[in-house]
């Protein structure tokens, strides 16, 4: 990172957020409420950088607002808590539709003749230069915090998971022992997901996180903060991999009960 660059960061991260944005945040994205004092502190400053680095482009009709910068900056300043943030370096814009839209891709089918697909989508991720998502499911993700489901933090995991090369499964770690451990334990849950699902058992995960490694890595993203304490409970080792690499705890966040009826001040 350039001189300039790290300088603009460390003035941006020790600006307030305004009152009127706090506001935005506080109603819209609810999960912030369960941030310790000093994460929330961070959170703003994370904010101030994600807004004045990131473009974001409205399509389909949707005329871009604060309103939507702030509540998709800030689920996905949550992702970069208590790490050294790299704010998404691969990504160039983010692009909003009003709902959930059509995306055509190819297919490749059984015969070896490709054709065009379409896909009704929430959001994307690619991992060079945009990131898509549908306003009415950021939305409907961020609001309630408990169910497991969150558009946002399920594309910028596939961000944080692409940093390094093509999305796999297994973000930048630190170690050669910390891929070790992670292959072991997501390896390991991985699979035990993929054979649930052929017997038609229940599971945790959202079944989707069986479509390979790097779905299930998003997904696991989107329980770990939503559903902490039933992962730890009921699948520790996952639980202990994915706080190790996001640096947080959320489990033992006693805050997210009443997250509902609590003020967020800077």
């Known amino acids: 990172m350039n001189l300039f660059r790290s300088r603009r ?4 991260r020790s600006t307030p957020l305004s009152a009127d944005s706090l506001r935005i945040i506080d109603r819209n994205v609810p999960y912030c409420r369960c941030l310790p004092p000093e994460e929330r502190t961070e959170l703003n400053g994370l904010i101030q950088v994600f807004l004045a680095e990131k473009p974001f482009e409205g399509a389909g009709g949707l005329v ?14 949550i992702l970069l808590l208590g790490r050294e943030p790299h704010f998404y370096p691969g990504l160039d814009a983010i692009i909003v ?14 015969d070896g003749t490709v ?3 379409a896909q009704v989508r ?9 990131l ?5 499911d950021v939305v409907s993700g961020a609001g309630d915090i408990h169910d497991g ?12 998971d692409a940093e390094h090369g093509p999305a796999d499964g297994v973000p930048p770690l630190e170690t050669r022992s910390m891929y070790v451990a992670w292959a072991r334990a997501l390896g ?3 699979e035990d997901l993929v054979k649930r699902l052929r017997r038609h058992a229940p599971t945790f995960l959202n079944p989707y996180a069986a479509t390979n490694p790097a779905e299930f890595f998003a997904v696991a993203t989107e329980f770990f903060f939503e559903k902490s304490q039933a992962m730890r409970a009921g699948h520790p080792e996952l639980y202990e991999q994915l706080r190790t690499f996001y640096q947080q705890d959320p489990a033992e966040w006693t805050s997210c009960s009443g997250a509902k009826h609590q003020s967020w001040g800077s």
């Open 115 to 117: 054709s065009d697909a």
């Open 97 to 110: 539709y009003p709902h959930a839209y059509v995306s055509r891709m190819a297919r490749r089918n059984p």
């Open 9 to 12: 960061r460390r003035r941006l």
């Open 188 to 190: 390991a849950e991985y």
């Open 122 to 130: 929430l959001g994307e991720s690619w991992r060079q230069g945009a």
């Open 64 to 77: 871009m607002t604060d309103e939507i910068r702030l509540t998709i900056a800030a689920q996905a300043c």
């Open 132 to 136: 898509v998502l549908s306003w009415d």
């Open 149 to 160: 489901h969150n558009v946002v933090f399920h594309e910028f995991a596939h961000q944080l």
